[in-house]
Structure formats: structure tokens, C-alpha cells
């Protein structure tokens, strides 16, 4: 749980004229001084020299500056990145690192200007950075060369035995085992590249693997495939991910093994990962030349075959033509082809259009389940379908060893059946019907008639939370009627308690009112969970900043990085509550942060961030 409790002696004047408005005030709130344009800093040279431990680098600058530096691999090399800056026009490299080469780059449509230097290295090295005056010194250490070389001659060899891989619906697992105590190792990740994908990469040093596939494809939501590869004395094993963004993981070392999670709780996107799932069994048929020799029927057969049971689909093919077809019609033919009993619960609804040619009806099944935001449970010969974020019990027993006989004429008199857990009310039917004409007039951005619609269906349904908000956010943002949003909001609130979106939007209604108390109590129930979304957090910190309570505004963005990473409001935010508090210091580091963030920064901000960081060492 957070929460931040403070005064609330002091009245809030500052008008607010919707979320966004709202969301926005930190970084409005910037703009209130101004300094001279600082210049850029020139870099005049770049040279080197050999140390005991390894080699150090040195840039000059004609000005003091804000960098930083970070690795990259394949190749490997070092860039230094360094904001507000250019290279002079009689820049020198005395560069002199066996094996290295160095790069310079000026990067002047990015906000602000970078310029750039890359080493690049012919291995690995380890490297520390620091600013000595008006000059960025990078020292790279040494390899370790034959007293390196002799260890790896010395050390045991560990022999890796197999790599076990497993996946439910909640997380991944990849166990990495070796006939040796697997502790020494490191990891790193790396992002999008082109056409890489994210990756996460594990080195063992000294291991051996000679028996293992070089490329394994995984059937996971999160894990496109695993590769191998021998790097130097050891392994290094590649985890390919399936979205443009890496999946959240945890390395631990076990004894003899080695063992990655991965947390299949947040997925990016589900139809994303079943194209890219789908592409992966593609990818495992081999390719035929069409010029050359064509495979019989029974060759492509049994590639086919092959290709499927690698993931894991070995059930009976079909193939499948739906075009708009009810989703309980859907699973009647599945329960045809299978054989098994189906259980579809209540709130599965809707249309289907899928097109499928000799694929396993498991396969096909897996697939509409994504589509639909669904999820199975399977016990007993019987498959419960039901929405992903609903939770089915078993009945009392079900664990137990039990034997049954067939009703073969009951099997095939019923091909499938479905059975409702309650029956809907007419007065719910027709609220969502009304519901369905809202949604078309919201998306046709017509507003007034889309509310009109919702507020009849809630008439029907009345303990629908969802409902209420919509009709309350509706008001607040797109009717400005903070009154009306009010309202709706508490209506949501009666019907259910804990819903946290329905407590912002009351919140800002009332901030927009002025109602300063009630705000800050619907507000405080906004962040009262474990994890506040985004918005909430944000919203309330510029609420309560502008409200006088700078610290427990610093609080909350301090939560929101901690929650979702650092992001330009937050930063802007913080910086500024430094510099109003007299912390020039803490306000400089964080203008320096903003600048180096990557974070595309509009012109005006950059401009004042540039002069508030001259000013800032002018005191």
C-alpha cells in the first residue's frame, strides 16, 4: 500500500481543465525564468595511454560536460555520448589500443545535440568513466592475457546436460543443468536492433555443451527461441524474445543448475505473440527450392508433422472456414471433432471470422482462446473455457481417483454441451444492446447522445462500476460537466469499492470544483493499492505541488519512477521541486539526466533546461 497524508490548511487556486490539463501542470509549470543560451562545447581531441591494469582514455573539452557512457556488443565497444556538444575542426585521435578503432558522430536532430565517440574493441573489456575537470577520462581495463589464458587452461570443465523448459499461463521456465556447480556465471540484455529482437544472453565461463541443439525453438508467449554458441572457453546461451519490448525475468543459480523465470503475467500483446508463435512452427519447416525435386505427398506430411508435434500440438488435424460465426457455435464443432466435454462459461460471447488448412484442433482452439482474450482449464476429460482474468474451482473431490463408466448413447446424442452458470435478465440483455449503440455513437464522437444511451443502460444494470465510470469519464473529459462526473464516479464507487479508476476521476472532478478536501480523500483512494496506475500517481503529485506540498508531490514521483521508470514529467517535476527548494545541486543532476535520458525533449524545454543548468553553476 502507499499513501501520503499532509495539511490541508492552504487553498488551491490554480484552475484544472481536465485530466490532461491535470496530468500536464508539472511540466506547464517549468517555464518561469530565463538565462542566456549557453554555447555549445567543443571537443578538441581524444588520446590514450597504457596503465598497469589497463589503458585510459582521455576526451578535452573546452567546457565542463554532461555525458554518458554505456557498452554495446556484436562487436563489442564503448560510446561516450555527450550532450550540447560538437567535435572542433582540428580534432586530433592519438587513440593507441591493440586492437581498437575509434569513432566520432554528431548527432544534431536529436533534442539536444549528442556527439558521439565509439571504440570499438576486438573483445570483451570492462570499462569505469569519470569527469576530471573539463575532461571525460574512460578507463578500460586489461584482458588478464596469459595469466587469463593460464586459468582457463587450470579450471574445471563443466559439462552442461541438458536445457528443460516448461510454461504455464503465469510464467516460463528454462532449467540449464551441468554435471558441476553452475554459480559462475554472468547475463546481460540487450534491446531491439534492427531485425534482432530483445534478447537476454547468459555466459558460462569454462563449459562445454557439445550435445546440445545450437537453436530451439520454444513455444511460450513471452520466448521466441533459445540459442547456443561457444564463446571463448565457455557457452553463451541467447533467449530471443517475442515482443519489441524484453520479458521481465530472474536469474538464480540451483546447485548444479541454472534457472530462468520469466513472467507470463503481462503480456504485450497476445495476437502478436500468436503470429509470432505461428511463425515459429513456419520457421521449423524446411525450405523447398520449387525449381528442384518436389517432395511426395507423404514427405511434406510428415514435415508438417514433425513441425507441429516440436510444439507441442499432436491432436487431430482440421481445417477450418468461419466467417462471423457465434463462439458457442465455434466450440459445438470442437466438441465434435474432440470428443470431449466442453463447459462455456456465461460471460463468453461474440463473433469469430478465422480461416485454418490442416492445422491440430489444439492448435486451432489455442489460437481462437487468444484471439478472444480467453483462457481453458482442462480435468477429466473436460474442457471449462472462460475469460483470462476469471478463476474457475473445481468441485469438492475433483483431485480424487475417481472411475466412471461412458453413457455412450448420452455422448452421442449430445454432441456438445454448454451450460450456463445463471441466467442473464432481460433488463441486463437489453442494457447491454444500449450499451452497444453508446459505444457507436463514442467512436462517431458523439458525445452527448453516447451518454444519454449509457446512462439508460444503467438504469437497467445498476451495480455495473464499469458502466458508472464510463459515464463519469466521459463527462470529465470529453463534456467538461465536472458535477455530472462527480456523480457517476460515486455511483461506481458504491458499486464497487475498490475500483481505483472510478476514485481519480472523481478526484479531478472535485479538483476542477475546487472541492480541495474531498479531492484529496478520493485521491488518496486512487493510490491506495499496491500499484497506482501512472496517471494516478502523476495526477495527484501536480495536484498537491500546486496545492503547496511540494515534498509529498517529490514522494509520489519518486513512486511513479519506482513503478513505471523515470519519464519527462516526473523528471521535470523533480528538478524543479530541487531547484524551488534551494537543492541547485539535485536540481543540476536531474536537468543533466533529462538531457541524457534519450527522451525526446521540445525545443523550449531543452532551452530553459540549458540556461537553468547555467545558472544553476553560475551560484
Known amino acids: ?4 497524508s499532509f495539511p490541508r490548511t492552504h487553498v488551491f487556486r490554480i484552475p484544472i481543465a481536465g485530466r490532461k490539463s491535470l496530468a500536464c501542470l508539472a511540466a506547464v509549470a517549468l517555464f518561469t525564468t530565463s538565462a542566456p543560451a549557453a554555447d555549445l562545447i567543443s571537443i578538441s581531441g581524444l588520446n590514450s595511454r597504457e596503465t598497469e591494469t589497463g589503458y585510459q582514455v582521455t576526451l578535452a573539452t573546452d567546457g565542463e560536460p554532461s555525458f554518458t557512457s554505456y557498452k554495446l556488443f556484436n562487436p563489442p565497444r564503448i560510446v561516450v555520448d555527450i550532450a550540447e556538444a560538437g567535435f572542433a575542426e582540428n580534432f586530433a585521435s592519438g587513440l593507441d589500443i591493440p586492437g581498437a578503432t575509434v569513432k566520432k558522430e554528431t548527432l544534431s536532430d536529436m533534442t539536444p545535440q549528442l556527439a558521439r565517440i565509439e571504440i570499438s574493441l576486438d573483445q570483451e573489456l570492462d570499462f569505469k568513466s569519470e569527469q576530471v575537470g573539463n575532461a571525460i577520462i574512460v578507463n578500460i581495463a586489461k584482458s588478464g592475457g596469459e595469466t587469463q589464458a593460464a586459468e582457463a587452461e587450470t579450471a574445471v570443465v563443466r559439462k552442461i546436460d541438458q536445457v528443460k523448459i516448461s510454461s504455464t499461463s503465469t510464467q516460463t521456465k528454462i532449467v540449464i543443468s551441468g554435471d558441476a556447480d553452475l554459480g ?6 540487450l534491446d531491439r536492433d534492427g531485425a534482432n529482437p530483445p534478447r537476454l544472453f547468459i555466459d558460462l565461463n569454462n563449459a562445454s555443451g557439445d550435445g546440445l541443439l545450437q537453436e530451439r525453438q520454444v513455444n511460450s508467449p513471452s520466448l521466441a527461441k533459445i540459442r547456443v554458441a561457444k564463446r571463448g572457453s565457455g557457452l553463451r546461451f541467447v533467449l530471443d524474445a517475442v515482443h519489441d519490448e524484453l520479458f521481465p525475468f530472474a536469474v538464480n543459480a540451483v546447485g548444479n543448475s541454472i534457472e530462468i523465470i520469466i513472467d507470463e503475467t503481462e503480456k504485450p500483446d497476445e495476437v502478436a505473440s500468436l503470429i509470432s508463435r505461428q511463425t515459429s512452427i513456419e520457421s521449423q519447416l524446411p525450405e523447398v527450392d520449387p525449381l528442384d525435386k518436389q517432395l511426395s505427398p507423404q514427405a511434406e506430411e510428415k514435415q508438417i508433422q514433425d513441425a507441429f508435434n516440436f510444439s507441442g500440438y499432436n491432436k487431430q488435424r482440421i481445417t477450418v472456414d468461419f466467417y462471423k460465426i457465434d463462439l458457442h457455435n465455434v466450440f459445438r464443432i ?24 490442416n492445422v491440430p484442433w489444439d492448435f486451432a482452439l489455442d489460437v481462437i482462446l487468444n484471439l478472444k482474450d480467453l483462457q481453458k482449464e482442462e480435468r477429466f476429460n473436460t474442457l471449462v473455457i472462460l475469460p483470462k482474468d476469471k478463476e474457475y474451482a473445481w468441485a469438492p473431490g475433483a483431485n480424487s481417483n475417481i472411475t466412471f463408466e461412458t453413457d455412450v448413447e448420452v455422448v452421442e446424442t449430445e454432441a456438445l454441451t454448454i451450460r450456463q452458470q445463471q441466467s442473464v435478465s432481460k433488463e441486463i440483455i437489453q442494457a447491454k444492446k444500449l450499451m452497444g449503440e453508446a459505444k457507436a455513437a463514442e467512436k462517431s464522437e458523439d458525445f452527448e447522445t453516447s451518454v444519454k444511451l449509457y446512462e439508460q443502460a444503467l438504469e437497467l444494470w445498476p451495480d455495473n462500476a464499469k458502466l458508472a465510470n464510463r459515464i463519469a469519464s466521459l463527462y470529465l473529459v470529453y463534456l467538461r460537466q465536472n458535477a ?76 511513479q519512477d519506482e513503478l513505471y521508470g523515470q519519464n519527462l514529467t516526473s523528471m521535470v517535476a523533480a528538478a524543479r521541486i530541487y531547484d524551488n527548494s534551494g537543492d541547485h545541486q539535485g536540481a543540476t543532476d536531474k536537468y543533466k539526466a533529462i538531457l541524457l535520458s534519450g527522451v525526446r525533449i521540445p525545443p523550449d524545454l531543452a532551452k530553459y533546461i540549458k540556461n537553468r543548468l547555467a545558472l544553476n553553476q553560475s551560484m
Not at 465434435?336 to 485454418?356: F, K, M, P, Q, R
Open 1 to 4: 500500500m502507499f499513501h501520503l
Open 484 to 559: 455530472k462526473a462527480v456523480f457517476f464516479g460515486k455511483k461506481a464507487l458504491a458499486a464497487d469499492g475498490e475500483n481505483v479508476a472510478a476514485a481519480l476521476n472523481t478526484a479531478i472532478a472535485l479538483a476542477n470544483m475546487q472541492e480541495i478536501d474531498s479531492a484529496i480523500e478520493y485521491f488518496d483512494q486512487a493510490i491506495s493499492v499496491e500499484k497506482p496506475s501512472q496517471e494516478a500517481l502523476l495526477s495527484y503529485a501536480a495536484f498537491i505541488e500546486a496545492h503547496g506540498e511540494p515534498q509529498s508531490a517529490l514522494k509520489l514521483y519518486q513512486k
Open 334 to 357: 470442437f466438441r465434435e471433432v474432440s470428443g470431449i466435454n466442453i463447459i462455456v462459461d456465461e460471460e463468453v460471447s461474440g463473433s469469430l471470422t478465422l480461416a485454418l488448412d
Open 184 to 189: 559462475n556465471y554472468t547475463y546481460d540484455v
